[in-house]
């Protein structure tokens, strides 16, 4: 080979590294926007959350008494003063006799 032909298939090599490199470069500028970065973290954090989700809902149902004492505690918490008020609500006055009708004093 001459060397005109390998100053011509050098040439064409760097050309063709140069394209890659500038697709590279292209590629990386897309994925470094603040929007595209966004993107990315929005759905890294939804499929944590689904991870998540799903690893709560088998441990559910394995193991429902947590679960359950959870529960119950959220509703104690947020029902605590009407079932205080069940607890001390004042006991009903008995009715009072109507008064007897007055007699004339003779």
Known sequence: MSTRDELIEAEAKA????????QTLVTLQSRVTPRALAREALEEIRET????GRAAVEAAKRNPGPL???????????????????????????????????TPDD
Do not use: K, N, Q
């Not at 959350?49 to 998540?52: A, L, T, V």
């Not at 079932?83 to 008995?94: M, N």
């Open 15 to 22: 050309r063709a590294a140069r394209d890659a490199l500038t």
């Open 49 to 52: 959350g689904i991870e998540f």
């Open 68 to 102: 359950l004492a959870v529960a119950a505690a959220v509703v104690a918490l947020f029902g605590r003063h009407r079932i205080a008020d069940l607890f001390t609500a004042a006991p009903a006055a008995a009715p009072t006799p109507p008064p007897a009708p007055e």
